[in-house]
């Protein structure tokens, strides 16, 4: 888990999202791996933002991103693991329902790529809704495409459409294929299934994440967990064939 410079372009995005904010979390304690051929990327969008583009400004000597996430704009972050081997402040295996003093703590949760990681998903997503005060933003980055053996799985945009959409009933802000390589440009995708189409990820070729940013509002639907939800192609066809 770490943030290269294909996630710290995207965190840099984000920071107007995150202004105000006093309580983050990230999902496993995240490092700052930014390649040195991929730098001069980070600094380009670092001088936009009128902040340092030196690397070792950000750098801090245990390897983690605390730094990094306070100087471009983020609030105090601590760490939440399933261990506490990295110095977690918080301890809790995601596969496990939330404790009660851990919900609605945070209005910032960012996932570099843990929930892959993590066998029983659908619990792990309603943790993190759980952890989320209302108005609270989720700020997430997993493989997609060309991640083969990497974790537990790759993830589809229809998952963000109808588990964080549909069944949450929460605001997606973004959602985006990035290249692990910030020479290509990111690929924006918009909610295919409910046109009965699917996202095909075609010319996408190399390794891409799945990028996401969620606004929890308080209409949301504040359900302990969410049993099931249908792609949105196969709904749309289930719901013509019943009209017909």
Known sequence: ??????????????????????????????????????????????????????????????????TFLQKIGYPEMQAMDASAYENCAITHDLNDPLPQHLRGRFDVVIDGGTLEHVFNTPQALDNVFHLLREGGIFLSINGMSGWAGHGFYQFSPELVWRYWQDARGCEVLACRAVSIDPAEPPVEVMDTGKQGARFRARKLEGRWYLYHAIRKPGTANAAERIAKTAQGDYALRWERGAAE
Request: charged share 25%.
């Open 1 to 66: 888990m770490g943030i290269d410079c294909a996630f710290a372009l995207q965190l840099l995005e984000a920071v107007p999202l995150v202004q105000g904010r006093s309580a983050g979390l990230m999902l496993g304690r995240q490092g700052l791996a930014v390649r040195q051929g991929h730098r001069k990327y980070l600094r380009r969008a670092l001088a936009a933002r009128d902040l340092s583009r030196n690397y070792p400004d950000y750098l801090q000597e245990d390897g983690f991103a605390e």
